[in-house]
T-cell receptor, first 112, second 114 residues
């Protein structure tokens, strides 16, 4: 069964600290993996798209890694800011066209 | 340029009623997808339309239907509403088929069924 699992479910860190979020997927065939940021009550916003040939990709303070062999990805946030408080969702395209499989997300809270 | 726009932003319906949600994709985008996001969960795929044809359908009952118009805007219809249909309904657009392309989401339509 195609699945995307994320950990931890929630995370609280202090402003300025770094953190790493994890994503494991069992989707096959694999084409790409996406990380989205979703503020409470808002639509998701794309952070990165990674294909199977890419190991790492950065977008400002966000760095995503991908290990297609172990089917794992991580999202590293550097020097966290209060505005980073949001849910971070890992997404992998499923088998049928248009079917994106979303993880349940990691809810990050950055405290002053 | 405007992003993906959805309407209404919030609405309340009673069980058994029907609802229509609307979505306008980013100008030039021909693919529109619909997702349901229940509180605390990740979005679940409902439909994808590309060039006015249904290209994908998720595991939702026939009470859910959608269509795409010649201007690429889209409607999601839900009949015989149930309490469990209460959710954030997200519309997403992409230039062509979504594969490999960035998908842009609207802010969603919050549906509450009472």
């Amino acid at each position: 069964k195609n699945q995307v699992e994320q950990s931890p479910q929630s995370l609280i860190i202090l402003e300025g600290k770094n953190c790493t979020l994890q994503c494991n997927y069992t989707v096959s065939p694999f084409s790409n993996l996406r990380w989205y940021k979703q503020d409470t009550g808002r639509g998701p916003v794309s952070l990165t798209i990674m294909t199977f040939s890419e190991n790492t990709k950065s977008n400002g303070r966000y760095t995503a890694t991908l290990d297609a062999d172990t089917k794992q990805s991580s999202l590293h946030i550097t020097a966290s800011q209060l505005s980073d408080s949001a849910s971070y969702i890992c997404v992998v395209p499923g088998g049928s066209q248009g079917n994106l499989i979303f993880g349940k997300g990691t809810k990050l809270s950055v405290k002053p | 340029d405007a992003g993906v726009t959805q309407s209404p932003t919030h609405l309340i319906k009673t069980r058994g009623q029907h609802v229509t949600l609307r979505c306008s994709p980013i100008s030039g985008h021909k693919s529109v997808s619909w997702y349901q996001q229940v509180l605390g969960q990740g979005p679940q795929f409902i439909f994808q339309y590309y060039e006015k044809e249904e290209r994908g359908r998720g595991n939702f009952p026939d009470r859910f239907s959608a269509r795409q118009f010649p201007n690429y805007s889209s409607e999601l219809n839900v009949n015989a509403l149930l309490l469990g249909d209460s959710a954030l309904y997200l519309c997403a657009s992409s230039p062509r088929a979504w594969e490999g392309n960035t998908i842009y989401f609207g802010e969603g339509s919050w549906l509450t069924v009472v």
